[in-house]
């Protein structure tokens, strides 16, 4: 079986920690709505784990009701980071899942098809990270505003997500990171530090992340909204 994680615990934002954008309307529909919906709509997902702030649990049970979101099977609060919300998702997961996909539900333009595709990478190779080749001229910054170089361009990708992976591999790099003492900000980097390879799913999906005000409108143009 697989399992969807989906994260909404986030406080840090330009809009400010008191503004939760999982919340925010777009459209007709929270921010959050649009992720769960396309989980619903996953053939590949058998059930969802929602991942709120733990004061927004009663809220997160209101919209996946609302929206007929019956594969939420669990709904719980997070950490005060990622990794922990993340793994407050896996804590709630039964012995019969074998891979899981985890996405951000800041991200409203994610695709069922999106999310499958992660999934066929992950039972091929045990991962699948949603991707985009860098397109803009990268600078490394060491101090200030001032460059220290170009990087080249043609090595990098933004990682975004969805993002599938073998059950154990994220469970271990989880555990990894924890022992280390290391934060990471996506799981492709908890499971680099057990995996031999992360193998990236290259995508077309402009997988908008909510961030800013700015950031709604263009996902209102991207859903045709």
């Avoid at 939760?20 to 929270?30: C, E, I, Q």
């Avoid at 080749?133 to 990098?156: H, I, M, P, W, Y």
Wanted: aromatic share 4%; proline share 4%; glycine share 8%.
């Amino acid at each position: 079986m697989n399992a969807g994680i989906v994260v909404a615990a986030g406080r840090t934002s330009p809009m400010g920690s008191h503004v939760d954008r999982a919340f925010l309307s777009l459209g007709t529909k929270p921010v959050l709505a649009y992720s769960l919906i396309a989980f619903e709509k996953c053939p590949d997902i058998d059930m969802v784990v929602l991942v709120v702030r733990k004061d927004r649990v009663d809220a997160g049970q209101a919209l996946a009701k609302m929206f007929g979101c019956s594969k939420v099977k669990k709904i719980v609060g997070g950490g005060a980071l990622r990794q922990g919300s993340v793994q407050a998702g896996l804590d709630e997961l039964h012995d019969e899942i074998t891979f899981v996909t985890v996405h951000d539900g800041s991200r409203p333009c994610v695709t069922p098809d999106q999310i499958s595709e992660t999934i066929k990478s992950a039972k091929r190779y045990g991962t699948g990270v949603a991707a985009v080749k860098a397109e803009d001229s990268l600078k490394e910054v060491l101090k200030g505003q001032t460059v220290t170089r170009t990087l080249d361009r043609s090595k990098f990708w933004y990682a975004l997500t969805p993002q599938s992976f073998r059950r154990e591999l994220l469970v271990k790099g989880h555990e990894s990171a924890r022992k280390k003492q290391l934060t990471v900000w996506d799981d492709s980097e908890a499971v680099a530090l057990v995996a031999d390879e992360v193998h990236l799913v290259p995508t077309t999906v402009p997988n908008i992340k909510i961030i800013s005000a700015d950031d709604l409108t263009l996902a209102a143009a991207v859903l045709r909204l």
